[in-house]
């Protein structure tokens, strides 16, 4: 798997990276060692989790398998705080206080003395920037964190953090795929303005450009789950559904599958240092590991950037 230098970093992560959000959850113990062991034998080495995953169970789930199942050196770690979720609702809290004893706790669970990347994992309007930042230089300094950096900010806000910061952040991760492409208008020239590599979560359209919501819902998917449904239910609109069946036709005639067309196109865009790829199963996984991921025709990306154009 290709290595990647995160922005103008000398932190180097694999183009795809492994998702732990439904750790603890969809994803039993089993499982989850499972895809970790594979997508390390298949050259991957970012591992990208949060203290809000499970209610830190992502986090302990991994921790359990480093010595075990892989070896830390193996792996690049990445975790976020200053989110919190229970049930439906959502909590933000990146003050100095919440963020570092987010990040010991994280530390904890992990099993480590440091991670390789912190995030900020959302804006927080009730706190000044300025504390936040705080915290993600102490925790450099203190050697708790490699690198750190934004998550979930818009296009200004990762601007002005990137300004304010008095040292270097290294990466932004939003989400970004062929079916969301609102980080284009101002988030990536902001991202590459700053020097910064962006990840992208959601890089497949929250599943549904793997294509396997094309004419039916299979019955163990998130969209057909009560609970999990509303996460999916935005990218099956028609809109959505015309953008996958240019995608499903770009796939047939390249002699590639759908979810391969989606990550190449994705990782050929300015600014993407890892696609996050959330795979719940190990099969999953295999069908992520087993694509070409080299870039498309330069008409076929053409043609696939037409039809999803934001409108």
């Excluded at 003395?113 to 009730?126: E, K, R, S």
């Excluded at 992208?200 to 998917?221: F, I, Q």
């Amino acid at each position: 798997m290709q290595q990647r230098y995160v922005g103008n970093s000398g932190l180097r992560v694999s183009s795809l990276s492994l998702g732990t959000m439904s750790w603890a959850g969809e994803t039993d113990e089993q499982d989850a060692a499972g895809l970790l062991r594979a997508f390390v034998d298949g050259g991957g080495t970012m591992i990208d989790t949060a203290a809000s995953y499970g209610g830190g169970g992502a986090e302990v789930l991994l921790g359990g398998m480093l010595g075990d199942v892989v070896a830390r050196s193996e792996v690049v770690i990445s975790t976020k705080a200053g989110l919190a979720a229970s049930g439906s609702r959502r909590s933000v809290d990146t003050s100095r206080n919440g963020m570092l004893s987010s990040l010991d706790a994280s530390l904890a669970r992990l099993g480590t003395d440091y991670v390789d990347l912190w995030f900020a994992q959302a804006w927080d309007p009730n706190v000044p920037l300025e504390e936040t930042l705080s915290a993600l230089e102490f925790a450099v300094r203190s050697g708790r964190a490699r690198y750190v950096g934004v998550s979930n900010f818009n296009g200004w806000q990762t601007a002005k953090a990137a300004a304010v910061a008095g040292f270097p952040l290294v990466a932004c991760q939003a989400e970004y795929s062929l079916l969301q492409r609102r980080a284009e208008a101002e988030l990536i020239p902001a991202v590459e303005d700053a020097g910064l590599g962006l990840l992208a979560w959601g890089p497949l359209g929250r599943g549904v450009l793997t294509g396997k919501y094309r004419g039916h819902m299979p019955a163990d998917s998130r969209a057909a789950s009560q609970k999990l449904a509303g996460y999916v239910e935005p990218y099956l609109a028609a809109g959505a559904s015309r953008v996958v069946e240019a995608v499903a036709m770009a796939a047939k005639g390249l002699g590639r599958s759908v979810l391969d067309v989606s990550l190449s196109w994705l990782l050929s865009q300015h600014g993407v240092a890892s696609a996050v790829v959330g795979a719940r199963t190990p099969v999953q996984l295999k069908e992520i590991l087993d694509a070409d991921l080299k870039p498309l025709p330069p008409e076929i990306a053409t043609a696939l950037e037409d039809v999803s154009a934001p409108l």
